[in-house]
């Protein structure tokens, strides 16, 4: 197998309702584009940006929801050996921040564990629309053990901030674990993937 | 959610199982346009997987499905003169003779501090966000189910010597008594739960080593987050169609496979392991050195017995059973190929059947690891689903607890032009594609089901317990009278992601003679016993001891010619459920068939662009990490299932 150029890998998972900008937050942070090409999303399972955090090269593979959110028929496997979600609602739509806890419980029966979870309110562009407070939502994520940060995937506002840090927490979790971030098997999770599990019974 | 549903689509396909979602992938990878719903909860149909939680209550719905009464608009004034309407059946009639019975017992002090932990947590939410009020409705119902459940189990008053009799009347309390389960996503414990399933085995590991190995009904509750319960269970063949495809279409992306890591067979009473690979015949200390020979032998010709047509010419017209006799072989190694390797009967296959097969398990052998088969982690349920993701990457659109009413049929060209769903709107589409349940009786009245005789158990150790306390068995139980069939048995732990720590998820199937329960029960009392209090305080006893069973019926819908479906109109396909063979090659044919009549001459689920290389494409902004080592690189992952695949079969010769 050949050395991949990096430290670590890390799958995130985005999840929320329709329409809160998790595209668009995904396309802001790998390629810096607003908004994102119409139809362009069409065939894209997932996005990689590398990012070097302290001298380390990180490999996130952010994952969207291919659109079966929009009528609440995620697969279960979607959340199956995710590192990290990004839980994101929309500040200007109180729905969104209402669906969260229905949200949570997916979370709960189908992520691993040992997942961290970020919960994201997306447009704060349009604060003057502002449905949901920032100190309810600080309130509610304190609550669920969760980070919490508000961003603008319009403004690019905190938008790299979210991932870095997540990169970061990521990092520490990982190794606070003294999980070996084997190359060949890059996701920590619970599994294995039929690559790692071949080269381990040939040894 | 308020959002509507578009109204013309190039393809519908109607059921979320394993043919349907691989049709579904490969129409919307070739471009068509996809609706893909399921009147269910879930993905799967009978192809799906559940939580504990989940499974009981897909055994509530069975119970209840007769009182569904609908009050979904009316369709019959949207059909128009010209149009005729051919009416979905509203019920699942699939599943029949559901018997579950539980024999663990039931632990009050652990349920008060689970629910107390629980409602903690729930408050938490509740007071944190003031809208949900079905969370709060939940923990009750829950909590009441826990409760009534102690009253009415009884195992620890029933006597163990008499089962059948204590068993009928338990098995008629747990299907009942879940009444007040809620939706199969809802009723699982939260985060707190979690955290304190973590701990709680640890805890007690310490605190009360003599009693270590208990295991009660509300801890598989409590941890029935862990179960991943398939309703059918199969394996993978190391080199099959759908391995085959997963790596093709990369769709292996999506999920993580394990190997099996033993055959096992069932002689004279006693539960042994099959010697499968060169290593493993070499190792065994059951076969004496001329059976090694002979065995090795006898392996290294049906690797290539197409070259040899002399060693079975005049053979052809008898049972494989009967050949392996004129063979140099044992009856140890007869009992072996034959049940284990080439996994027939004495009396279902030919020569030349039994030759194909025994090449096939060892064509299979070592492409993965040192048995012909892999299990996907969390089940058998992902499958459907990672192809349901693929459709949806590209651009299918997916919609569960969604039902259709009716096809509705134009007179004149006999073609079925659109579907009415349960909100009355109409959506037009060339081709439909409808699962096989979900057609109603009248359109069945001629068809003739077989049947699949299943049984679910939740046991505490393995049929055949070694060093590792991780491994993945298929055992075949040869039938014992004419009529009846063999059983297979796939013994599942922890690891694979299908049951909570220290017990193991045990699947039996055949095809049913009778009912599940009297097609099953009698290899059940041949390899496990039930778990009572008595026999945990003798710590000898050796068989797996059964702490919950359930057994059903399935129907078995494959191989049904499309004719016997009454008037079915040219681009209405039809998908069958699961089949009761051992792999998923039926799926795939049946979808690359569809496939091919939707979209003819076009490729059937071809590699998708890399997500990498797309990225790339768009994007100039970030010089340091598209450096042009990342295009080669990012290509090697994504197909190192398949490069490794040269190094391997290498590495096991």
């Known amino acids: 197998m050949s050395m991949e150029d990096y430290d670590f890998l890390f799958k995130i998972v985005l999840i929320g309702n329709a329409g809160v900008g998790k595209t668009c937050l995904v396309r802001r942070f790998t390629q810096g584009l607003f908004p994102p090409g119409q139809g362009a999303t069409i065939g894209v399972d997932f996005m990689i940006k590398t990012v070097e955090i302290n001298g380390e090269k990180v490999k996130l593979q952010i994952w969207d929801t291919a659109g079966q959110e929009r009528f609440r028929s995620i697969t279960q496997s979607y959340y199956r050996s995710a590192n990290a979600l990004i839980l994101t609602y929309d500040i200007t739509c109180e729905e969104s921040f209402r669906c969260l806890p229905e949200w949570l419980r997916e979370i709960e029966q189908y992520a691993s564990n040992k997942v961290i979870t970020v919960l994201v309110g997306n447009k704060i562009d349009l604060a003057e629309r502002r449905e949901v407070s920032q100190q309810r939502a600080e309130e509610f994520s304190e609550a669920q053990d969760m980070y919490y940060l508000e961003t603008s995937a319009k403004e690019s506002d905190n938008v790299e901030k979210l991932f870095l840090d997540l990169a970061c927490r990521l990092i520490s979790e990982a190794r606070q674990n003294t999980l070996v971030n084997n190359v060949s098997s890059p996701l920590p999770g619970e599994g294995k993937s039929i690559s790692y599990l071949t080269c381990c019974n040939f040894n | ?653």
């Open chain 2, 1 to 653: 959610m308020a959002d509507t549903l578009p109204s013309e689509f190039d393809v519908i396909v109607i059921g979320t199982g394993l043919p349907e979602s691989i049709t579904a992938a490969a129409c919307s990878r070739s471009g068509r346009r996809v609706l893909h719903v399921d009147s269910r909860s879930y993905y799967g149909g009978n192809w799906a997987s559940f939580s504990f939680s989940g499974l009981l209550s897909w055994l509530k719905e069975y119970q209840e499905n007769s009182d569904i009464v609908s009050d979904s608009p009316v369709w019959q004034d949207q059909i128009l003169e010209n149009e005729e309407a051919i009416a979905l059946s509203r019920k699942d009639k699939t599943i029949q003779h559901v018997e579950v019975f539980c024999y663990a017992s039931q632990d009050l002090n652990e349920d008060v501090e689970e629910a107390g932990a629980l409602q903690k947590n729930h408050a938490l939410v509740t007071s944190a966000n003031s809208t949900e009020a079905s969370d709060s409705a939940f923990l009750p119902t829950e909590d009441e189910s826990l409760s009534t459940m102690s009253c009415e189990m009884l195992t620890e008053q029933t006597p163990s010597s008499d089962p059948e009799n204590a068993l009928e009347v338990n098995g008629a309390e747990v299907t009942g008594e879940k009444e007040n389960h809620c939706d199969d996503k809802t009723c699982v414990p939260s985060t707190s739960a979690e955290d304190m399933s973590e701990n709680v085995p640890i805890a007690e590991d310490t605190t009360e080593q003599p009693k270590k190995n208990i295991i009660t009904y509300s801890q598989i509750i409590k941890e029935g987050r862990r179960f991943n319960i398939d309703l059918v269970s199969k394996l993978l063949y190391s080199r099959g169609l759908l391995i085959d495809l997963l790596i093709k279409s990369n769709v292996s992306r999506y999920a993580e496979f394990k190997n099996i890591t033993r055959i096992l067979a069932f002689r004279e009473g006693q539960v042994e392991q099959v010697p499968c690979s060169r290593a493993d015949v070499f190792n065994s200390k059951q076969l004496t050195m001329v059976e090694k020979r002979m065995l090795m032998k006898f392996l290294t010709f049906c690797m290539e017995y197409e070259k040899y047509p002399d060693e079975y010419k005049g053979y052809e017209e008898i049972t494989f059973y009967e050949y392996l006799k004129t063979q140099k072989l044992t009856p140890n190694l007869q009992y072996i190929v034959l049940h284990s390797i080439a996994m027939t009967s004495e009396t279902t296959s030919s020569t030349m059947d039994g030759l194909k097969a025994t090449k096939n398990f060892l064509h299979c052998l070592g492409r993965y690891g040192n048995t012909p088969f892999l299990f996907p982690l969390y089940g058998q349920g992902e499958l459907p689903q990672c192809f349901c993701r693929m459709c949806a990457v590209f651009g299918g659109i997916y919609c569960l607890r969604h039902s259709v009413q009716c096809l509705v049929v134009d007179k004149e060209s006999r073609k079925c032009k659109a579907i009415i769903d349960q909100f009355g709107q109409r959506i037009i589409s060339e081709h439909f594609l409808v699962e096989d349940s979900y057609f109603s009786e009248n359109m069945c009245s001629r068809v003739q089901y077989r049947q699949i005789s299943r049984a679910v158990l939740i046991t505490d150790r393995s049929v055949l317990k070694t060093d590792s306390d991780q491994q993945i068995s298929i055992l075949t139980v040869p039938a014992e009278e004419p009529g009846t069939f063999a059983v297979r048995v796939i013994e599942l732990c922890s690891s694979t992601m299908t049951c909570m720590k220290g017990t193991y998820l045990v699947h039996l199937t055949c095809t049913s003679s009778k009912t599940a329960r009297e097609d099953l029960e009698p290899v059940v009392q041949k390899l496990f016993i039930p778990y009572t209090e008595m026999e945990i305080e003798n710590e000898q006893v050796e068989k797996p001891r059964i702490l919950w069973a359930l057994y059903f019926n399935m129907r078995d819908s494959s191989d049904i010619s499309r004719s016997c479906y009454s008037d079915l109109p040219s681009n209405v396909y039809v998908c069958s459920g699961p089949d009761c063979g051992l792999g998923n090659d039926n799926a795939v044919k049946q979808a690359e068939t569809l496939f091919q009549e939707i979209c003819p001459n076009e490729d059937f689920c071809p590699p998708p662009p890399n997500p990498e290389d797309i990225v790339l494409d768009g994007d100039g902004l970030q010089p340091e990490t598209s450096e042009s080592s990342a295009i080669p690189e990012a290509n090697s992952e994504t197909f190192e299932e398949s490069t490794n695949l040269g190094n391997l079969e290498e590495s096991s010769e």
